[in-house]
């Protein structure tokens, strides 16, 4: 079992339709991270979140991190061809001394023109 | 570019063999860690090193070893190489060793792939 979960698993839009991913646990997180991996490269950190219920913007991708700081969601609006990827949320629980960093099992996101 | 380096690319080695996959991590980053992906486990955390010596462990097998050098690079060893350890590693590093309060920011390198034959 994942520590956070991600759903959809996979997801499959048309160029300029909207799209929302899910990371979910029951544990508190000090951070969140966002990361997306394009095919056969490693993974590249979008965004960091830290407070609950803070909202941050990257051009058409919004994050969210929940208020208990559970859970966060990536929305992209309008997406596009080059938004296709594997997209990870990965996070630093509470409890962790060391700070290691958990990672979910990923969204595939694909966009077709 | 992530500033993190990873040689080979590539490795196609036999089952029973050893490897050595080498990263250096971004400059000033002190923090080293290694992960495997493959395509029905996602990516696992095996290990990290903090300034030249290890600060966790994760799903790392016993045949397998890290250690990171005084020039802050690391190597992962791979030993008697199984079919089931093909995947792609990665190596990403951090500015931080970890510890509460801290972002732990990753960034990864290319990765190596991995075939057992």
């Known amino acids: 079992t994942q520590l956070l979960e991600q759903s959809p698993q996979f997801l499959s839009i048309q160029e300029g339709e909207n799209l929302t991913v899910y990371c979910n646990s029951s544990?508190?997180?000090?951070?969140l991270q966002w990361y997306r991996q394009e095919p056969g490269e490693g993974p590249v950190l979008l965004v960091t979140?830290?407070?609950?219920?803070e909202v941050k913007k990257l051009k058409r991708l919004t994050f969210q991190f929940g208020d208990a700081r559970k859970d966060s969601s990536l929305h992209i609006t309008a997406a596009q061809p080059g938004d296709t990827g594997l997209y990870l949320c990965a996070g630093v629980e509470t409890t962790d001394s060391w700070g290691k960093l958990q990672f979910g099992a990923g969204t595939q996101v694909v966009v077709t023109p | 570019d992530s500033g993190v380096t990873q040689t080979p690319k590539h490795l196609i080695t036999a089952t029973g063999q050893r490897v050595t996959l080498r990263c250096s991590p971004r400059?000033?980053?002190?923090?080293v860690y290694w992960y495997q992906q493959s395509l029905d486990q996602g990516l696992q955390f095996l290990i990290q090193y903090y300034n030249g010596e290890e600060r966790a462990k994760g799903n790392i097998l016993e045949r397998f070893s890290a250690q990171q050098f005084p020039d802050l690079h690391s190597e992962l060893n791979l030993s008697s190489l199984e079919l089931g350890d093909s995947a792609l590693y990665f190596c990403?590093?951090?500015?931080?060793?970890?510890?509460?309060?801290?972002?732990?920011?990753?960034?990864f390198g290319p990765g190596t792939r991995l075939t057992v034959l």
């Open positions: 979140v830290v407070t609950g219920g």
């Open positions: 400059s000033g980053d002190l923090s």
């Open positions: 544990s508190v997180f000090s951070s």
């Open positions: 990403a590093s951090s500015a931080e060793g970890g510890g509460t309060g801290g972002y732990n920011e990753q960034f």
